[in-house]
């Protein structure tokens, strides 16, 4: 594993211990080089998930994107870390389970509203504004009336 900090190659496993409830390994490393201490996660990975753009490019998904997502959204919010943890495993086992690999970005949008709506409504309509491209106030209003039948 390459140091973030410097860049060397000489880095150790000073511990290891399982995370996400089984779903992943987290490991504190030291950096011989420079000295410095970071963790890494190693997680299974069932087979490439590929994203497929509304403008029909393709991407590799990106699991950090996903989770900066959910970590914008709820913001603020007073949602339990390990709830949020087992919630983008969740969306994960999805998309690797999805058809030939080949994912929508919209089926990832609208899991991932799926998964908002469940924690947290504030982050919710958060993720919403900016998934749906609201534009004015009444673009919120209309969409809380709807969705949230308020």
Known sequence: MICPFCGSEDTQVKDSRPAEDGAAIRRRRLCGACG??????????LREITIIKRNGRKSVFDREKLEQ????ALRKREVDADTVGKSINNIV???????????PSEYVGELVMQTLMKLDQVAYVRYASVYRNFREAKDFEAFVEKELGE
């Open 36 to 45: 410095a201490r970071f963790t890494t996660f190693e997680r299974v990975q």
């Open 69 to 72: 997502s959910f970590e914008i």
């Open 93 to 103: 086992r999805q998309l690797e389970s999805y058809a030939d690999g080949d994912v």
